[in-house]
Nanobody, 115 residues
Framework: QVQLVESGGGLVQAGGTLRLSCAAS????????MGWYRQASGKQRELVAV???????DYADSVKGRFTISGDNAKNTVYLQMNSLKPEDTAVYSC?????????WGQGTQVTVSS
């Protein structure tokens, strides 16, 4: 059974930093990509950052230069370093792992940035 366990969310002031972690267990397939998505209240879920199996990364324009995604293949873990946080970054952040035909989500972790 695949499980994604996220940690690192919380309340931070604008300009602060947080580091999210997502550890995947029960993986029995080749991972194509691991990523972070977020959903703010009343808005659709959006991609924040993704790291592909080859190491390439992609970011939403709104977080480029502030957020960094990284992964530990041996541990099936993905991290999201979030710097210079803004109130508009407030959302539930969810981890995603996908293979060719499989797609799994974590339960989400709340990130709240106060002004």
């Amino acid at each position: 059974q695949v499980q994604l366990v996220e940690s690192g969310g919380g309340l931070v002031q604008a300009g602060g930093t947080l580091r999210l972690s997502c550890a995947a267990s029960g993986i029995r397939f080749s991972i194509n990509a691991m990523g972070w998505y977020r959903q703010a209240s009343g808005k659709q879920r959006e991609l924040v950052a993704v790291i592909f199996s080859g190491g390439n990364t992609d970011y939403a324009d709104s977080v480029k230069g502030r957020f960094t995604i990284s992964g530990d293949n041996a541990k099936n873990t993905v991290y999201l370093q979030m710097n210079s946080l803004k109130p508009e970054d407030t959302a539930v952040y969810s981890c995603n792992v996908r293979g060719v035909t499989r797609n799994y989500w974590g339960q989400g972790t709340q990130v709240t940035v106060s002004s």
